[in-house]
């Protein structure tokens, strides 16, 4: 048995522990590293995943990976954003996503991001079971080009911002691409009943993320 652990630090992050083992998932914002690494205390943490380049998420990772001494995954196509967080245009539905835009746009620009390479390349079924914990990355294109997911046990699945549950839980508000975008959440519905955890808010169960007429 695995258990998921969230750790708020401006966007979340996720412990997957599993016995001895755990990885973590993504490292939130300048100013929550300390907290992140007490919640890593005691806890042979093997792998540090991140579910995209986007900066709310990778910002403590040269840090974590230090202090942890484990390697950095993540999907090569979110490699240029490490240099680069506004190097891709973002697109936004509707005032909300309009706003979260407003702002990601601008904590990008005042934000100084260390760029470092990742040490692992993940891509669609790599299993992370030589990690300890049965876990499985799932590519959700959109959001942007290589944000993944990671299925976890039969029952879980973390999304990074492929969906968001800010305001509700729904389909993401920012994206590179929406039609990608729309896919990536039709391939989560697919996967039936399961527990989501976003990249922003509380974990909700799955369900239709996309309307017919989408
Ligand atoms: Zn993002
Ligand atoms: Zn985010």
């Known amino acids: 048995m695995y ?6 630090a401006g966007s979340n992050c996720y412990l997957v522990t599993q016995k001895e083992a755990a ?17 890593c205390e005691g806890k042979q943490i093997k792998l540090l995943v991140l579910t995209h380049g986007h900066i709310d998420h990778v910002q403590n990772a040269v840090f974590l990976a230090k202090q942890l001494q484990v390697p950095i995954a993540m999907h090569e196509k979110d490699v240029p954003l490490l240099k680069d967080n506004l ?3 973002m697109k936004a539905n509707g005032v909300r996503g309009k706003l979260v835009r407003f702002f990601s746009v601008w904590s990008a620009k005042m934000t100084q991001l260390d760029s470092f390479v990742p040490d692992i390349l993940l891509k669609e079924g790599d299993k992370l079971n030589e990690y300890g914990v049965d876990a499985e990355v799932i590519e959700l294109p959109g959001h942007t080009a290589g944000s993944i997911g990671l299925k976890v046990g039969d029952d879980s699945l973390l999304v990074g911002d492929a969906l968001m549950n800010m305001f509700r839980p729904e389909k993401t508000l920012l994206y590179e691409e929406y039609e990608k975008m729309i896919e990536s959440a039709r391939k989560i519905e697919e996967l039936g009943d399961r527990k989501i955890y976003f990249g922003h808010g509380k974990m909700a169960s799955n369900r239709r993320w996309v309307k017919e007429n989408a």
């Open 23 to 39: 990885i973590l998932v993504d490292t939130g914002l300048k100013g929550f590293e300390k907290k992140i690494l007490s919640e």
């Open 87 to 89: 190097c891709r245009e």
């Open 3 to 8: 258990e998921i652990t969230q750790i708020k």
